[in-house]
T-cell receptor, first 114, second 112 residues
Framework: GAGVSQSPSNKVTEKGKDVELRCDPISGHTALYWYRQSLGQGLEFLIY????????KSGLPSDRFSAERTGGSVSTLTIQRTQQEDSAVYLC????????????FGEGSRLTVL | QQQVKQSPQSLIVQKGGIPIINCAYE??????FPWYQQFPGKGPALLIAIRPDVSEKKEGRFTISFNKSAKQFSLHIMDSQPGDSATYFC???????????FGPGTRLSVLP
């Protein structure tokens, strides 16, 4: 597809389980962002990848959260030992990086931790 | 200093009204100020953006006003329609799009 693709669209898990959320950015986009959006709230920055540079992990809320980006394309956000407060929509966005400021968002992965 | 403040939190207007959403920032290194529109169940999408070398930008019914000295910018929606009902986020970034900072959002309802 032409847009940012995220999977799964919905994930229900039990407290303490690990989850992986996947993001397929737009082809050719060098920058990739993960944001978290709790119900009715704003966008909380989590992590940013730009090309081959070291990622900006300053927004990750705890060491249970990690993300990687393989081959400069697909990214996976992993949450270990999930807690109920991790329930949110996780949004991925990509952009062309330094040539433009526009972020293209996926539709998000809704995570519910029971 | 990285924060972007946004008000109001929610806004209700009648069809045809002109809702105004205001944002303020502290970091003078910000050089790109976009507005994103988000419908329920969807990701945010870029609506309009401005750089600090101009004081106003208009695209269709949407206008950004920018006051560099006051470090404030606002979104005006002319002739608002029920289809404009959404959550609007202002944002700011520096270094050509790196390190985006989003405001907390404004939930707009346009009544028919």
């Amino acid at each position: 597809g032409a847009g940012v693709s995220q999977s799964p669209s919905n994930k229900v898990t039990e407290k303490g389980k690990d989850v992986e959320l996947r993001c397929d950015p737009i082809s050719g986009h060098t920058a990739l962002y993960w944001y978290r959006q709790s119900l009715g709230q704003g966008l909380e920055f989590l992590i940013y990848f730009q090309g081959n540079s070291a990622p900006d992990k300053s927004g990750l809320p705890s060491d249970r959260f990690s993300a990687e980006r393989t081959g400069g394309s697909v990214s996976t956000l992993t949450i270990q030992r999930t807690q109920q407060e991790d329930s949110a929509v996780y949004l991925c966005a990509s952009s062309l990086g330094y040539t433009t400021g526009e972020l293209f968002f996926g539709e998000g992965s809704r995570l519910t931790v029971l | 200093q990285q924060q972007v403040k946004q008000s109001p939190q929610s806004l209700i207007v009648q069809k045809g009204g002109i809702p105004i959403i205001n944002c303020a920032y502290e970091n003078t290194a910000f050089d790109y100020f976009p507005w994103y529109q988000q419908f329920p169940g969807k990701g945010p999408a870029l609506l309009i953006a401005i750089r600090p070398d101009v004081s106003e930008k208009k695209e269709g019914r949407f206008t950004i006003s920018f006051n560099k000295s006051a470090k404030q910018f606002s979104l005006h929606i002319m002739d608002s329609q029920p289809g404009d009902s959404a959550t609007y986020f202002c944002a700011a970034s520096s270094n050509y799009g790196q390190n985006f900072v989003f405001g907390p959002g404004t939930r707009l309802s346009v009544l028919p």
